[in-house]
């Protein structure tokens, strides 16, 4: 006879519904892990962004909103003789627009005339004025009294910084150049130190939508700052939370950083061969944006965001509040910090940029309307 056939022994009674249980366990661990990192990040998100910050009204006396600007002034920059520049209607994935449908430009007003007014600056032909989206400006004059206007531009959401020849006489801009660079992805602002050479902020190290959300959540301080010539271009300082507004000291030694979601401004200073090393780090209280230098005091003007969170979900009935800072010996051990203006948003919405002149305060905002004092 033959042998009987040996049957495979049978599993214990209840071991596959303990792998399953076991299994579960896991899947359910893992997924409370994932959640709460996720709460951990929206949590430091929301505390980046000052989401619970409310401030109280700090009037001037002698303001009134600029005419003809409806819908942002992101930037502005004086020259020494009066004339400021105004960069407006600044356009952004996600962010509230009061104009969608209407190309950006650049606005001059004379801070010497008795009334100033805003009047748009006409641009030579040839330049594509139906995608212009310019964001941070910055100008510069050279030896022979040229000035140099530098304007981020956003066409199609894309970066490039624009070179302008500003023809005084017939209150235009003659473009002379664009520049593009794979070290310049997500440009915010910029500070002209030659007539085709500037220093820029990257405010993400990438360009794609979901890719900034994702670097922005996940708090990975890959922002930088860039230096560019035509024949050199190089990363110059890193590690930025979203690195913003950059200016530079009246005698040329420092570069001011404003790093919006860290809530600081950094001081780094300039060598020879143009690179940056960081000396100190200025924390405050709010979402420092743009960066305005008084040439005569070398105070640094602020415009601030008080609550991030206002400013990127816009709500009319609950809309962005404003904020103005003056910073006064930033180079000392302890340097003065004034709040000049706030408002709740009744006035002013998204206050990005302040800049002075002789008495003078020009408020922009990043999406809102733009404010005139008299200090």
Request: charged share 20%; aromatic share 8%; with cysteine.
């Amino acid at each position: 006879m033959a042998p009987p056939t040996e049957l495979p022994a049978r599993p214990e009674r209840g071991s596959a519904p303990g792998f399953r249980a076991m299994g579960r366990l896991v899947a359910v661990g893992l997924l409370g892990i994932a959640l709460a990192l996720l709460g951990e990040r929206l949590l430091a998100l929301r505390n980046r962004l000052k989401a619970s910050r409310e401030v109280e009204s700090i009037d001037l006396p002698n303001c009134h909103l600029i005419k003809g600007i409806e819908a942002g002034s992101e930037d502005i920059d004086i020259l020494p003789n009066g004339l400021a520049f105004f960069s407006v209607g600044l356009k952004f994935p996600g962010l509230h627009s009061f104009a969608p449908d209407k190309p950006g430009g650049i606005l001059m007003m004379d801070l010497k005339e008795e009334k100033p007014r805003a009047r748009e600056l006409r641009i030579s032909r040839g330049f594509d004025l139906a995608s212009f989206n310019p964001h941070g400006i910055s100008t510069f004059i050279d030896n022979d009294d040229t000035v140099y206007l530098f304007v981020v531009n956003h066409p199609e959401f894309k970066n490039t910084v624009e070179i302008f020849k500003f023809e005084e006489a017939e209150n235009s801009l003659l473009h002379l150049k664009t520049v593009k660079h794979e070290l310049l992805p997500s440009v915010n602002d910029i500070t002209a130190v030659g007539p085709a050479h500037f220093y820029a902020t990257n405010d993400h190290y990438f360009s794609d939508p979901f890719l900034k959300y994702l670097e922005t959540y996940l708090n990975l301080n890959w922002a930088n700052v860039v230096y560019y010539s035509p024949n050199e271009v190089k990363v110059v300082a890193e590690g930025f939370d979203s690195a913003n507004g950059i200016n530079i000291s009246p005698d040329n030694k420092y570069i001011y950083v404003a790093d919006i979601l860290a809530h600081e401004i950094h001081v780094l200073e300039k060598h020879p061969n143009m690179n940056l090393t960081q000396l100190k780090v200025l924390e405050l209280d709010t979402l420092v944006d743009n960066l305005s230098i008084d040439p005569s005091s070398g105070d640094i003007w602020v415009g601030c965001h008080p609550n991030g969170q206002k400013l990127f979900v816009y709500d009319p009935n609950n809309p962005p509040s404003s904020e103005v800072l003056r910073i006064q010996n930033i180079l000392s051990e302890k340097p003065t910090v004034t709040t000049v203006y706030a408002n709740n948003g009744s006035v002013l919405q998204g206050s990005s940029v302040a800049s002075v002149y002789d008495g003078k305060l020009l408020i922009g905002t990043l999406y809102h309307r733009a404010l005139y004092c008299e200090l």
